[in-house]
């Protein structure tokens, strides 16, 4: 099982690594996408591996995504509830089924969790983020509200997203931030010269989200044009043109060490996260379970993935119809409930570096060297960085 970590000196413990729901219900994909079933087998595999913390939001759908969660849990049936730490955010308005603005003013933060407990089926929220920082109410305000919800007792601690420097530091001056919200990555580190050594200084942990480079650090992803209507990325410059392709130049570091150790390229990525510091949690997302090999058995999973596991088959089969050597297939983000990725991860968390899981296919000096080796992460700040058409840290103050 995967173990836990604090996230800062709040009190709040959860799984080293959680689980983020936005693209079962918003961003990625399209709605006909989708597979409700699949996505709550997916939180139910989850939660079987030990992936306990699970982050939602009144913005992912919107509404939809809680309500997700809400049936997934409830499925499970029993003490579930009471076995995660669900963290869900307000901050948003809607119009149309998309946002149109930003609202922290307190009656509206009053009004989105009273709609978040009962959409979740809860009577508390776990951890409540403000989602993105308010220009038009001071951060005392808000926070105070939110303060008010915790002595009421339908939220348990505090987070922010994307906050800066001076909104953290004030805000936690009027009531203790858990954590801090905000994209962090080998892909994604302009948190590293400021915002972290802050959080440390105050006690506040790290949710670190969109871990795996938005899927260019796992090499699963294709160009804007690729991607149908609907879909974020058709907008998004880093999936655009020479941008995509130096994009996936900086990232071939990351599978080159994953290639050499035998490893995903998503489980390297993960593994340099969780060594970055106990206060950092990762929450990548996925849509869909890998089921451990001995457990894979027909009607197990649904038939859309049956059928769509058949078709890459057909795809990769070699001459006269036979199966060409099969390879991995996982999404973006698949690895994260993968029984061998948090095999890979409570290593690392153990010994600080994973040891190869590739046999040696022969006596050789270079095949020795593969097969025992340490995964090469000592010296991140070498490998290459993204630099063209990423988006620039978000983080901002009040």
């Known amino acids: ?50 992936v306990t913390f699970l982050d939602t939001a009144e913005a992912y759908g919107p509404y939809e995504n809680e309500k997700l969660l809400a049936r997934a849990l409830r499925s499970l049936g029993g003490d579930a509830r009471d076995r995660v730490v669900i963290a869900t955010k307000f901050g948003f308005t809607f119009g149309d089924g998309a946002i149109n603005g930003v609202n922290s003013r307190p009656a509206h933060i009053r009004q989105v969790v009273d709609a978040s407990l009962e959409r979740l089926h809860t009577d508390r929220i776990d951890l409540l983020y403000q989602h993105r920082v308010d220009p038009a109410v001071p951060i005392e305000d808000v926070v105070g509200t939110m303060a008010e919800l915790v002595r009421a007792g339908k939220v348990r601690f505090l987070g922010l997203s994307e906050a800066g420097e001076s909104t953290i530091r004030r805000a936690h001056a009027v009531h203790p931030i858990a954590a801090l919200q905000s994209e962090y990555s080998l892909w994604e580190r302009n948190l590293e010269p400021k915002l972290i050594p802050l959080l440390r200084e105050l006690g506040i942990g790290l949710v670190a989200f969109a871990p795996l480079g938005r899927g260019f650090l796992t090499g699963h992803v294709q160009r804007a044009e690729e991607y149908p209507q609907g879909d974020y990325r058709r907008g998004d410059p880093r999936y655009q043109g020479a941008n995509f392709d130096a994009n996936m130049r900086a990232a071939a570091a990351v599978r080159e060490v994953a290639s050499r150790k035998g490893a995903t390229p998503a489980q390297i990525a993960l593994a340099w996260l969780l060594s970055r510091g106990p206060d950092i949690v990762p929450i990548p997302g996925t849509k869909a379970p890998l089921v451990p090999r001995r457990k894979r058995r027909r009607g197990r999973h649904p ?49 600080g570096t994973i040891a190869s899981r590739r046999p040696a296919a022969n006596n050789s000096a270079s095949s020795r060297r593969h097969s025992s080796g340490r995964c090469a992460l000592r010296h991140p700040d070498a490998w290459p960085q993204p630099s063209l058409g990423l988006r620039q840290n978000r983080a901002r103050d009040g």
């Open 303 to 351: 038939p859309n993935v049956r059928r769509r596991r058949a078709a890459r088959a057909r795809a990769r089969a070699g001459p006269g119809g036979r199966p060409a050597l099969r390879r991995r297939a996982d999404g973006a983000d698949r690895s994260v409930v993968a029984q061998d990725a948090e095999s890979w991860v409570a290593a690392w968390l153990r010994h």
């Open 1 to 50: 099982m995967l173990g836990t970590r604090p996230l800062g000196t709040s009190g709040l413990t959860v799984s080293a690594m959680g689980l983020g729901l936005m693209g079962m219900s918003y961003a990625y994909g399209t709605t006909a996408d989708r597979d409700e079933r699949e996505s709550i087998a997916t939180i139910h595999r989850a939660i079987e591996l030990g």
